[in-house]
């Protein structure tokens, strides 16, 4: 017990979460087990392609998900040792925005279009701070500046119509910094924007987590992007954590098949012209998943032990494969990848 | 020996009514394209790269005649594409053809796969029923879909498989050049990797000429034999695709490549302040478009910039590598 309240807990824990979403066809396995850690100060990234349970597992940290709609049929979830299915309301509104804030995807959908830019900042403020109109303001003032926005007291007073994307965007991140949250969940904040936009915004990102020591849960299905600013990777599939560990280890020595596959399909690593790598077949439907490894009908590797769920298996160096055929093999395996 | 090419823009300037006052009349105009040139010649692929708004895909909108053009002149295989008239403007159209981003809006929710593949062959007439169905199952099979499909709604398929359909759609008139406008950024990157190794095995086996627009810009390097950077309507640099991004000679082009994000270098090297956007073009600056934003503007680049010839040793004669800069710094 003592040595619990002595160490912190976890931003966000994730314990072999399942999830579903019971439709007339049957239920949807959103999640299987699912099992992710967000340290203090951490940058973690959640890479996967559409539909494989990315948002899913951040919105049910968050409560987000529509209530009634899902049905959690095991594991936990922990936001900073508390757990956010035993909230009501209220507390929610507390933690939301205070402890943890989100940035999506597309800027101009989280923004209310009627309402001026620096209004939507002081009311969030105002709400988690007790600070008064005038101090609100100079408070969002100078996070718009430190966003690197120009002419932040113009801004203040702009609709969001008036504003590019990447500007958005940036307001966007102001207000979800404005608090000073402890974690925050960023859903895919660049696949909108330019790659000129994107690298401002990721280094704003990463910037500001890393003075504030906020910790960060980063999502998309770019593994480059990812790359950039990311401490630690999880690799997703089919509602499965199929590999974790440090980001260069990651990179350099990928240990499951679909996270191999996933770095051979980028143009980057093939010359010119030559046929990029494919994976074969489509992602398994998730009403009635294939038994054993979801991965098993599009591997190259697979055999007979595959017909069985794998577990985790944990290599040196902190990563860690949920795949057989590196069950019996602690000892890593030299880069496959041609770099 | 240099191939007459497929496909020649010169001069072509794209401007729409930005705003009109009481009465109706025009006072501003947003400043779409802006005196590009560029040509594709029979069995290249010319890649078009830039921001979001510098006018790549009005570029090609206005090539195939979706937008008119302000000023210039759009020459198919010589003939003057706005300017003709019948069966010439007839032939000349199925030539070229084009591919969308979004394969959900650009297919008829309500047609058959079958239907959709041969709506431009019913939209010019003359074939039976069966010999469409025949032709669409050809088609149908030649991008990578079963014959069983056919008669499938779009809806019933995934995007990478309505990609596909969309590009059987475009080769159903043979044409000789493909435009394709971000083809695969709304698809993941294990499906991209099939559609594009799918449009190189079409270009291989049947010749096809490639126009293809992508912010992407290690995509591009891969798919593109040649070229063009575009900044704000206008090409800023030009030249075979290991020359540009091997070799960029202009500042934006440099700032363009430095921002995209790889697994082997760390974009936070790149300098904060030249990751800016694009300024307005209602009205257009004078001068060189990107010297607000370029790191390195010294007085002269307040004077109209000239597409100059990179002078560099080994430079090919047929693609000269030009950029829009009067330093040409190295890099």
């Known amino acids: 017990m003592t040595a619990h309240s002595v160490q912190r807990p976890h931003a966000l824990s994730i314990e072999n979460l399942s999830l579903e979403f019971p439709t007339y066809a049957g239920a949807i396995k959103a999640l299987d087990g699912v099992t992710?850690?967000?340290?203090?100060?951490?940058?973690?990234?959640?890479?996967?392609?559409s539909g494989c349970g990315k948002s899913v597992s951040t919105m049910a940290a968050t409560r987000l998900l529509p209530e009634g709609r899902y049905k959690i049929t095991q594991g936990s979830i922990r936001l900073f040792g508390r757990d956010p299915m035993a909230m009501d309301e209220e507390e929610l509104q507390q933690v939301r925005g205070k402890l943890v804030s989100t940035i999506f995807q597309e800027p101009m959908n989280a923004l209310n279009p009627t309402i001026r830019i620096g209004q939507q900042l002081v009311s969030v403020i105002r709400r988690h701070e007790a600070l008064g109109r005038k101090a609100a303001e100079a408070v969002a003032v100078n996070i718009l500046a430190d966003m690197l926005i120009p002419e932040p007291a113009r801004i203040m007073q702009a609709y969001p119509f008036e504003l590019s994307g990447g500007m958005r965007q940036r307001v966007l991140i102001a207000?979800?910094?404005?608090?000073?949250?402890?974690?925050?969940?960023?859903?895919?904040?660049?696949?909108?924007?330019?790659?000129?936009?994107?690298?401002?915004?990721?280094?704003?990102?990463?910037?500001?987590?890393?003075?504030?020591?906020?910790?960060?849960?980063?999502?998309?299905h770019n593994i480059a992007v990812v790359s950039q600013i990311c401490d630690r990777l999880y690799i997703m599939y089919a509602g499965r954590i199929v590999e974790s560990g440090p980001t260069r280890a990651v990179l350099d020595r990928p240990q499951h098949p679909y996270t191999r596959a996933l770095l051979r399909c980028l143009p980057e690593r093939v010359r010119p012209k030559e046929p990029l790598e494919s994976i074969p077949g489509t992602v398994p439907n998730l009403l009635?998943?294939?038994?054993?490894?979801?991965?098993?009908?599009?591997?190259?590797?697979?055999?007979?032990?595959?017909?069985?769920?794998?577990?985790?298996?944990?290599?040196?160096?902190?990563?860690?494969?949920?795949?057989?055929?590196?069950?019996?093999?602690?000892?890593?395996?030299?880069?496959?990848?041609?770099? | 020996m240099k191939a007459a090419p497929l496909l020649s823009v010169e001069n072509l300037t794209v401007r729409f009514p930005g705003a009109t006052n009481w009465y109706g009349r025009v006072t501003s105009q947003v400043h779409a394209v802006n005196n590009v040139d560029l040509c594709v010649l029979p069995g290249e692929s010319l890649g078009i790269v830039g921001e979001s708004g510098c006018g790549k895909s009005t570029l090609v909108q206005a090539v195939i005649g979706l937008v008119g053009l302000t000023s210039g002149r759009v020459l198919v295989d010589g003939h003057d594409f706005a300017g003709a008239n019948g069966t010439l403007k007839r032939d000349l159209r199925q030539k070229m053809q084009i591919v969308f981003q979004d394969p959900q809006s650009s297919l008829d929710p309500r047609l058959p796969v079958w239907r959709l593949i041969t709506e431009p062959l019913h939209i010019r007439g003359g074939m039976p029923t069966a010999a469409l169905r025949a032709r669409a199952e050809e088609l149908a099979i030649s991008v990578g879909l079963r014959s069983d499909q056919l008669d499938r709604l779009p809806h019933e398929f995934s995007g990478g498989q309505r990609q596909r359909i969309a590009i059987a759609r475009a080769l159903s008139t043979d044409p000789e050049l493909l435009i394709l406008d971000e083809p695969t950024s709304a698809l993941d990157v294990s499906v991209q990797a099939q559609i594009i190794n799918l449009l190189l095995k079409l270009q291989r086996e049947l010749g096809l000429s490639y126009l293809f627009i992508s912010h992407d810009v290690s995509l591009v390097r891969h798919f593109c034999d040649r070229v063009a950077v575009m900044y704000l309507g206008q090409i800023v640099e030009t030249g075979t695709a290991e020359a540009v991004f091997d070799d960029p000679a202009h500042p934006y082009t440099r700032t363009l490549l430095a921002s995209v994000p790889s697994l082997k270098n760390s974009l936070l090297d790149v300098d904060a302040s030249l990751t800016g956007e694009l300024p307005n073009n209602r009205r257009l600056p004078a001068g060189c478009y990107y010297r607000e934003r370029c790191g390195s503007a010294v007085p002269g680049c307040e004077l109209p910039q000239a597409l100059l010839t990179v002078r560099k040793a080994g430079a090919e004669k047929a693609s000269p590598h030009q950029a829009r800069c009067h330093l040409h710094i190295p890099a």
């Open chain 1, 288 to 339: 009635d998943p294939p038994p054993g490894c979801f991965y098993r009908p599009r591997c190259p590797e697979a055999d007979t032990r595959c017909m069985e769920k794998p577990h985790e298996t944990a290599l040196p160096g902190g990563q860690a494969v949920s795949c057989w055929q590196r069950a019996g093999h602690p000892s890593l395996p030299s880069s496959e990848v041609p770099s």
């Open chain 1, 36 to 49: 992710i850690k967000v340290g203090n100060a951490e940058i973690v990234g959640l890479v996967g392609e």
């Open chain 1, 175 to 220: 207000m979800a910094f404005s608090c000073n949250p402890g974690l925050i969940i960023a859903d895919e904040p660049t696949t909108a924007l330019d790659v000129t936009v994107q690298a401002a915004i990721l280094r704003l990102i990463q910037g500001r987590a890393r003075r504030t020591g906020t910790s960060v849960v980063f999502i998309s």
